[in-house]
């Protein structure tokens, strides 16, 4: 790994950090500053050239300023002759932008994706996009990993005799059939319609969840809207108890401590993909590292391997 580069922008700090211990790499230093018109600029603190080199960041609050950090990195890295360049984003903000739902709207994983490709990277390496087609949005190599052996590491130390996954709407079906598997449980899924804002419906079940412990799969927590919604539905059902498990832990407008206000919830698992601030502390929440997925990712991708068991969520 001695031609390898690591660097990070501030959303992608702490991860990055966790990710070139397993690689046992050395972080290498950037610097980010601002000018008086509020531009920003990006200088890598070290030799690049004709090094494979890997940027870290997740597009998090702020999403644009991020994103902007992102893309200034990846010039930087190109005006330094880097041999190639892989965007490393755990968490692909705009991968919820993906369709022209309503009159006149934005693309935005399309727009970005192209940016990403304007500026310079050759190579993407995320986590778990919010739906199938997004990844088609990326025009160069794309490595689309996911989180569901360590999400189901965690939970297949407790008592599963009575377990149910359920899916919180049609969509994410595939993957929490894929992680029912992996649990050796049953799984159910719900039919949810989204209207203006962030109220979410849920109308119906498929499957039996009474008397059963749910555990509901979903590939981001937001504002919380459809979790709640789905809680008061398996409530109806008579479900036992609830555990919530995401990839992407977003829980924007305080939704962590609204979730776990439920009484029938026990615990909120999601990952670092998204990182923590003190404001995301909770006796129910647990945050599980996906670090050294992606370090493996990086050295396979780095040496030429095969990272497609990885991502195939069926590959257990």
């Known amino acids: 790994m001695a031609e390898v580069r690591v660097f990070a922008g501030t959303g992608g700090q702490r991860f990055a950090h966790e990710m070139c211990a397993d690689l046992d790499v050395p972080l290498s230093p950037i610097k980010i500053q601002r000018f008086a018109n509020d531009c920003l600029q990006v200088q890598l603190l070290e030799n690049c050239r004709e090094r494979d080199v890997y940027l870290v960041q997740s ?46 709207i934005s693309l935005g994983g399309r727009l970005v994706a192209d940016l990403l490709q304007t500026a310079g990277v050759n190579r993407i390496l995320t986590m778990t996009l919010h739906a199938p087609q997004v990844h088609a949005f990326f025009r160069v190599p794309t490595d689309q990993l996911n989180a569901l052996r360590e999400l189901a590491a965690h939970f297949l130390p407790s008592d599963l005799s009575k377990a149910t996954v359920v899916s919180p709407d049609l969509g994410n079906a595939k993957s929490a059939s894929a992680f029912a598997k992996m649990l050796g449980v049953p799984v159910a899924a719900a039919a949810k319609e ?23 799969l979903d590939d981001e927590i937001a504002n919380g809207s459809t979790i709640i919604a789905i809680l008061d539905l398996l409530r109806e059902h008579g479900a036992r108890t609830v555990r919530i498990a ?70 257990v």
């Open 59 to 104: 597009v998090v609050r702020p999403a644009q300023e991020s994103l902007m950090e992102l893309l200034l990195m990846i010039d930087a890295a190109k005006g330094a002759s880097a041999a190639r360049i892989t965007a490393v984003m755990p968490h692909f903000a705009y991968a919820r932008s993906d369709k022209k739902d309503a009159p006149r």
């Open 194 to 216: 989204r209207f203006d804002g962030d109220r979410v419906e849920i109308t119906s079940l498929i499957g039996d969840v009474t008397g059963r412990d749910i555990i509901v």
């Open 246 to 315: 995401c990839t992407h832990g977003i829980f924007a407008n305080d939704a962590v401590h609204r979730i776990a206000a439920d009484p029938d919830v026990v615990e909120i698992v999601t990952t670092n993909t998204v990182p923590s601030t003190g404001l995301l502390v909770h006796d129910k929440l647990t945050v599980i590292s996906v670090a050294s997925a992606f370090a493996e990712a990086v050295r396979r991708i780095h040496s030429g391997e095969s990272v497609s068991a990885l991502f195939d969520p069926t590959h």
